[in-house]
């Protein structure tokens, strides 16, 4: 009869006697730092007592997410029988040395704040609902430099959701750190935000009711408190109405301090336009009040004295739609 191997008669005695096998032997490193952003069995054990395929397996096995540079994660023999039941292994058929557990760190990589501040910036001129031509970004606050997983790839950073802007002036923005494509960390990048624009500007100080003309209006660049902007920025809309109050030099022009002069006064004789779908028809009337272009009045038509209501059209014409 051959002699039997010394391992060979244990495990022969351990079935005999009713106690599995042990497959395989774990023994946790006092400390350990890797790479992350994940950490793995074979990261921080030795695996021993076991065939290639099985190490390679138990070597695997997913522990969880390395800590964040500059932190420290325990991992004891708990979490690895934990971690080693939920990937399908039997805890009882392997051997855990743990003794005090492992202390793991991650070696980081730096994220340079500027690097952050650009994805900040392009990230905010990508959600403005203004035109970018006159836009000017001025940096108020940035975060520190900050390290990450040395695991991580080039997409760790991502910006923070949708940014909706309602305002001009400070916004801030933020960036996400990412771990396995969830955001771990946020860093917050406030910024300045000036809008300019054309705007119709009194070149000196204007009376009420004085016309509007190139000797007392000019466009010039302005900063705009709100958007859309209240100012008047196109002077073509300005010149030869009247100033509807008092306005000083430099003031940019508002819609409400412009009225226009009445091209129709009451009395005048003017045409009558009655004008639907197929037909048109035209009459003589009389205006029976004062009117700038668009306005509505009221007319009398000659032949038939009826006073009816019209939008001018030119100094000439009331328009009355069927």
């Not at 325990?74 to 058929?93: E, S």
């Not at 991650?106 to 836009?135: C, F, N, Y």
């Not at 197929?278 to 509505?296: H, M, N, P, W």
Request: glycine content about 8%; charged content about 30%.
């Amino acid at each position: 009869m051959s002699r039997l191997k010394p391992l060979t008669v244990l495990i022969i005695a351990a079935q005999l006697i009713g106690i599995d096998a042990i497959a395989a032997t774990i023994t946790l490193k006092k400390q350990a730092e890797v790479d992350g952003p994940c950490v793995s069995l074979g990261e921080i054990a030795a695996i021993t007592d076991a065939d290639a395929e099985l190490a390679a397996r138990l070597g695997a096995v997913k522990l969880g997410a390395a800590p964040w540079p500059g932190t420290v994660r325990r991992i004891d023999a708990i979490v690895v029988k934990l971690k080693l039941y939920q990937f399908g292994f039997d805890p009882r058929d392997v051997s855990i040395s743990a003794k005090s557990g492992c202390y793991l760190t991650t070696r980081g990589r730096d994220i340079p704040a500027e690097r952050i501040v650009k994805m900040a910036r392009e990230h905010l001129l990508k959600s403005m609902q203004w035109p970018g031509d006159d836009i000017e970004i001025e940096l108020v606050s940035k975060p520190a430099s900050c390290a990450i997983p040395a695991g991580c790839g080039d997409d760790a950073l991502r910006p923070a959701g949708n940014l909706v802007i309602r305002s001009l002036g400070r916004v801030k923005v933020g960036v996400d750190l990412l771990v396995d494509g969830k955001a771990r960390f946020r860093k917050t990048v406030t910024f300045n935000v000036r809008l300019f624009e054309r705007t119709v500007v009194a070149t000196r100080d204007i009376s009420r009711n004085d016309r509007f003309s190139s000797r007392n209006v000019a466009t010039r660049r302005v900063e705009l408190e709100r958007w859309p902007p209240r100012q008047m920025t196109d002077i073509k809309r300005v010149l030869g109405r009247t100033a509807a109050r008092p306005i000083a030099a430099d003031t940019p022009l508002m819609p409400a301090m412009i009225i226009s002069p009445p091209i129709i006064k009451r009395g005048d004789v003017v045409k009558i336009v009655y004008r639907s779908r197929c037909l048109e028809i035209t009459a003589s009337g009389v205006a029976r009040q004062d009117g700038a272009e668009g306005d509505i009045i009221a007319v009398e038509n000659l032949s038939s004295r009826k006073r009816l209501e019209g939008r001018i059209i030119d100094d000439n014409t009331v328009l009355i739609d069927g």
